[in-house]
Structure formats: structure tokens, C-alpha cells
């Protein structure tokens, strides 16, 4: 009988043992910390990569020229960027820091995209039906964007024994929406190094 309990006695410590062992360590982190852990795209990329496309973009010929002969701020649309990495990316996390940081320049706005002109619509339908006739917003009264971001994300990766070499290249077009000409093409590339052993240069 002693035996019998001391069996169940060590299987209870042995399972509370292995039960702590395994729980998860959380650590909080600043947000803007640079953390790399499996050397794929991540949220540092995103931020780089669009910070620095939208300065470039911003300080081109393409902006004074539309600004002088507009007497306007151009109006930008989201149209689709791609990836066509070997990874899963999301790419709407990406848009979502091109359109913040085009925004905080202060010399450009955006336009909803497809998917939210169809939500407003419903909306504007909607109130049509059933909001106080003060208050219903009018069909009609869009605003039209002027121009089209449109890019890829692509990737190269190149591995040898415990190495790999990760290579990112973001390429994106703002194309003019009434005749299809592209006044700006920016392209930004990223190298990671991924091992076990530093990378020595």
C-alpha cells in the first residue's frame, strides 16, 4: 500500500514538474524593438521599407509637378501589392504603414480602396432608408484618387549547411489613374544573413 502511494505521489510531482517546464515564458518588448528571430520578413521590414519608399517617393519631380499644376495635394488609391516571396507575408500590414507614413508627410491623402467604397455605399444606402433625412450623407459626392499604388514583394534565398541568405526586393509604381502613366517607380532591397555563426563581412 505505501508503495501504491508513493508511485502516485511521484507521478504527481513528475506531472506538475513536466506542466511548469512547459509553460510559455512571456517577455514584454517596446514596440519599435528590432527583433529578429527566424530571419523572415517582419514588422522592422515593413516600417523600414515604407518609410523609406515614401521619403523617396515624396522628394521626386512627379509631387511638385502635380502640387504646382493642381493647386492640390494628389489623392492616392491602394491597389494590389503582391507577394511573391517564398514566405507568407501580409501584405495589408504593409499598405497599412505606406499609407501612415505618406500621410505624415502631410503632402498627400488617400482614397478608400474597392473593398471599403463597397462598405461606405451599403452605408450611404442604408441611411437612405432609415437615418434622418438631415443627416443622410449623398450618392454622388465621391472623391476620385489620382493616382495608383501598385507593387510586389519578392524574394532570393540561398542556403549552404547551417547558412541562409535571405534577399528581399519591394518594387512599387504610383501610376496616374486618367492615363496610365507611371511617375514614380521605388524599389528597396534587403539582405539578411541567417546562421548559427556570425556573419563576418
Known amino acids: 500500500m505505501k508503495n501504491l502511494v508513493l508511485v502516485f505521489s511521484l507521478l504527481c510531482m513528475s506531472t506538475i514538474l513536466f506542466s511548469c517546464s512547459s509553460s510559455p515564458v512571456v517577455t514584454r518588448v517596446a514596440e519599435n524593438e528590432t527583433i529578429d528571430l527566424s530571419g523572415n520578413w ?8 515604407a518609410d523609406e519608399m515614401v521619403a523617396d517617393s515624396v522628394a521626386r519631380p512627379w509631387m511638385e509637378n502635380f502640387i504646382k499644376g493642381k493647386q492640390n495635394k494628389p489623392k492616392i488609391i491602394v491597389g494590389t501589392i503582391l507577394n511573391k516571396s517564398d514566405e507568407h507575408i501580409n501584405t495589408e500590414t504593409f499598405v497599412k504603414d505606406l499609407e501612415i507614413a505618406l500621410l505624415n ?3 498627400a491623402t488617400f482614397v478608400a480602396d474597392k473593398n471599403q467604397r463597397g462598405e461606405l ?13 438631415a443627416t443622410v450623407k449623398k450618392f454622388g459626392k465621391e472623391t476620385g484618387a489620382d493616382f495608383m499604388l501598385k507593387g510586389q514583394i519578392n524574394t532570393i534565398t540561398d542556403s549552404a549547411k547551417s547558412t541562409t541568405l535571405k534577399y528581399y526586393q519591394v518594387e512599387l509604381e504610383l501610376i ?4 496610365n502613366e507611371k511617375v514614380w517607380i521605388g524599389q528597396k532591397k534587403i539582405k539578411k544573413v541567417v546562421g548559427k555563426k556570425k556573419y563576418k563581412a
Request: charged share 40%; proline share 4%.
Open 42 to 49: 517582419n514588422d522592422t521590414d515593413s516600417k523600414l521599407v
Open 176 to 179: 496616374d489613374i486618367e492615363n
Open 121 to 133: 455605399r451599403s452605408e450611404r444606402m442604408d441611411q437612405a432608408d432609415f437615418s434622418n433625412p
Open 105 to 107: 508627410t502631410g503632402k
